[in-house]
């Protein structure tokens, strides 16, 4: 009898970690670079050459409450100057196909300011350099 009370407990245990887990698991992705499924599962900052880049959302109050994402089109890109884009890698996603990562092909410095993520085809999320060049 004593084996099965702390077989009991330890799959209580078990399963209330797991579900903790569950729990704080996509926000701990997100803050780490790795996208959710979905449309506004996107990251809240993205590693590229060595540094970091923040995102449009504030991350996780904005993901919580289904705030949508401010999409630039090619057309705004052009306009802005930044078209053409050069793909130079990809976001992991949990569950999911990852997401194409792009720059300015045209860099004017070594280091970007700015990296896209193409969400859905003709939405591309503007990314931040943090820190400053």
């Keep these: 009898m004593a084996i099965n009370i702390t077989v009991l407990r330890f799959g209580a245990g078990i399963l209330a970690f797991s579900v903790v887990s569950a729990m704080f698991l996509p926000r701990v992705l997100r803050q780490h670079g790795y996208a959710l499924p979905g449309r506004n599962g996107i990251p809240c900052t993205i590693p590229y050459g060595q540094r970091s880049y923040v995102g449009p959302l504030e ?6 409450y289904g705030k949508t994402l401010n999409c630039r089109s090619q057309t705004d890109l052009i306009n802005k100057g930044w078209w053409p884009l050069e793909r130079v890698g990809s976001i992991p996603t949990l569950l999911g196909a990852s997401r194409p990562m792009f720059v300015e092909s045209r ?4 280091t970007p300011t700015a990296v896209f993520m193409l969400v859905e085809p003709g939405c591309y999320v503007p990314y931040s350099l943090l820190g400053g060049p």
């Design 107 to 110: 860099l004017k410095q070594d």
């Design 59 to 64: 991350c996780d109050r904005d993901y919580m």
